[in-house]
């Protein structure tokens, strides 16, 4: 699975116009691209995507799984969430919450960054075509745009910084 992974991104990459050697990695593990471009690169089972842009930007795909409601008090105040119908609104949520945070962490690539304290995804309903989220961190806030969609039992989160 993780050899198909790597090699899908690989055409992933050559269907955006790259190759490997216009890539490269820096010394904390985030991708860039050579001519500029910004990239973020992301895979969960079956499932691998890549997105480019001229600004920064961070993309994560995530299987919808029961398993997010034992690590969710890790990473997002759970008592947000009490007034959703039921288990698989909550598992549903609380997956394109991780991945906006997991897309954050991807674009601003801060290490130490703590996805409960330091970043806030505001509520949304499942209707909304947008997410807006921030991140509060050494006294500056940043605000971002997300965006999701949901499919095979997956979701993919790509996140942009806010236009002011």
């Not at 050899?3 to 190759?19: D, N, P, Q, V, W």
């Not at 050697?21 to 992301?42: A, M, Q, V």
């Not at 997956?95 to 897309?103: D, L, Q, S």
């Amino acid at each position: 699975m993780h050899r198909r992974g790597f090699m899908s991104i690989r055409h992933l990459l050559a269907e955006a116009g790259y190759t490997d050697f216009d890539l490269y990695y820096d010394e904390e593990g985030k991708p860039h691209l050579k001519d500029g471009n910004h990239i973020s690169i992301t895979h969960s089972f079956e499932f691998s995507g890549i997105i480019v842009s001229q600004k920064p930007i961070g993309i994560d795909i995530e299987k919808q799984r029961d398993k997010i409601l034992k690590i969710a008090p890790k990473f997002t105040p759970l008592e947000e969430y009490h007034t959703l119908a039921n288990e698989e609104a909550i598992v549903r949520k609380l997956t394109i919450v991780w991945g906006a945070k997991e897309g954050i962490y991807k674009l601003v690539g801060i290490p130490g960054l703590l996805f409960l304290h330091h970043i806030y995804v505001e509520d949304f309903s499942f209707e909304d075509e947008e997410l807006k989220a921030r991140l509060n961190y050494q006294g500056e806030q940043t605000n971002f745009t997300l965006k999701y969609l949901e499919f095979e039992g997956f979701t993919c989160v790509y996140t942009l910084l806010a236009e002011d």
